[in-house]
């Protein structure tokens, strides 16, 4: 049986320079909204404000607070059992 070795950062989210992939798509987002918009000036602002906070918001939650977010607003479910987030009581 031969010994395999485990990257270290195998759980890690993808990087896009020195950003995570999901602080990537924010600013992105808000990128082309204000391309859209025609206030490019106010993405300068914005990005790294916006950038900032959910970055803050992801070093003080538990790991899976932002999935958690998202199901709790309604936006993506959890698996096939709790499909739909904005559902406050499961009753059989």
């Known amino acids: 049986m031969n ?3 485990i990257p270290r950062f195998v759980d890690a989210q ?4 020195w950003w995570e992939m999901d602080e990537f798509l924010v600013a992105a987002s808000v ?8 206030l490019v000036w106010a993405a300068f602002i914005g990005i790294p404000f916006l950038v900032k906070l959910l970055k803050m918001f992801k070093n ?8 958690h977010l998202a199901y709790w ?3 993506s479910g959890l698996n096939k059992q709790f499909e739909d987030g904005l559902v406050r009581g499961f009753y059989l």
């Open 3 to 5: 010994q395999v070795e």
């Open 14 to 17: 993808l990087q896009f320079f």
């Open 31 to 38: 990128l082309a909204l204000s391309i859209i918009m025609h």
């Open 60 to 67: 003080t939650s538990l790991p899976g607070g932002l999935v």
């Open 73 to 75: 607003t309604g936006i």
